[in-house]
């Protein structure tokens, strides 16, 4: 029985004879208690979809965790071990590898949302610098919350991220400038329940979620594709550090579809609100210079606009 266990798993990563991946986690899911408190932790215990479809449309990374778990169980847990003492440090990992959840626990994450009422919020104009798109959902009443996480299994062991000596807290989800989707609770700092590497297919995948929650959230993505995403996060981190000489004021990025906007008030020589045309020019070459330097740059248009004593840098993906 040892020997198959191990070949079976050793030959056979995705597809086992005409089984796929998820048919075969769904075979050793009803076998060991282990393992469904192992994927438990990637799933929306609230779907409906059959087992082994919910985690066939995992991500690779989820699913490669998932085997590389289930394969540790297997093997180690086949040979008598004698008891080993572990630290309070390795327990301290422990637990914090528990507490990040996947794709399919943000399906219960949005259904909480919706029964909070948070159907159409925008995304936030305030954006944390590493942060590409940002949703806040702000002043929630702490015990609603916890009134709508105790009807999900997935979020039971998130409760006790909810402060009692706090009446209200907020909720976000967001996608990083790295490409990494982030969600959680907010107090003074962002407190991650989990996060997922989008890609194309994920994002495939969030714009076919049904829910009010997520409805602007879509809009966002429906043009988007996991490149334009990278090249736009690469376009903020760069712009963080672009110095245009003397200006009073600069202003948030704001994304709209494919473009990336950036304010500079009081830069450049004004006269009755308009813009000297010798300094316009010279701001235009200075910046198209400075992006010259930078890879994205063969993958973007740029359209300068003065108004009102701002200068708008308006970066749009070809």
Do not use: A, C, H, S
């Given at each position: 029985m040892i020997k198959k266990y191990l070949d079976f798993i050793k030959e056979n990563s995705q597809n086992v004879g005409n089984e796929t991946f998820?048919?075969?986690?769904?075979?050793?899911f009803n076998e060991h208690e282990y393992i469904r408190n192992i994927?438990?932790?990637y799933l929306d215990s609230e779907s409906d979809i059959r087992l082994a479809n919910a985690i066939n449309i995992l991500d690779d990374n989820d699913k490669r965790d998932i085997k590389y778990q289930?394969?540790?169980y297997l093997s180690e847990g086949i040979v008598d071990k004698k008891p080993v003492i572990t630290t309070m440090v390795d327990m301290e990992m422990m637990e914090s590898d528990l507490t990040m959840a996947g794709k399919g626990v943000f399906t219960s994450f949005l259904k909480s949302l919706t029964a909070l009422g948070q159907k159409d919020v925008q995304k936030s104009?305030?954006?944390?610098k590493d942060y590409l798109i940002y949703y806040k959902f702000e002043k929630l009443n702490s015990e609603d919350v916890k009134q709508i996480f105790d009807r999900f299994k997935s979020f039971q062991r998130f409760i006790d991220y909810i402060k009692y000596d706090k009446n209200e807290l907020n909720l976000y989800f967001g996608i990083k400038c790295d490409g990494n989707f982030e969600y959680g609770i907010l107090y003074d700092e962002n407190i991650p329940f989990?996060?997922?590497k989008l890609s194309n297919n994920v994002i495939k995948w969030l714009l076919g979620l049904e829910t009010k929650s997520g409805s602007n959230l879509k809009k966002d993505l429906v043009n988007m594709t996991y490149n334009n995403i990278i090249t736009l996060g690469k376009i903020k981190n760069d712009m963080n550090d672009y110095n245009p000489s003397f200006f009073e004021k600069k202003s948030l990025p704001v994304i709209n579809d494919k473009i990336i906007s950036f304010g500079f008030m009081g830069l450049g020589k004004?006269?009755?609100?308009k813009l000297d045309e010798a300094?316009?020019?010279?701001?235009k070459i200075n910046f198209n210079n400075w992006i010259f330097s930078k890879k994205w740059s063969e993958y973007v248009l740029i359209n300068i606009k003065p108004s009102s004593y701002w200068v708008w840098i308006?970066?749009?993906l070809k």
């Open positions: 998820g048919e075969w986690v769904e075979t050793l994927v438990n932790r289930i394969e540790k104009i305030e954006t944390p989990g996060g997922f004004w006269d009755n609100g300094e316009y020019q010279n701001i308006n970066i749009k």
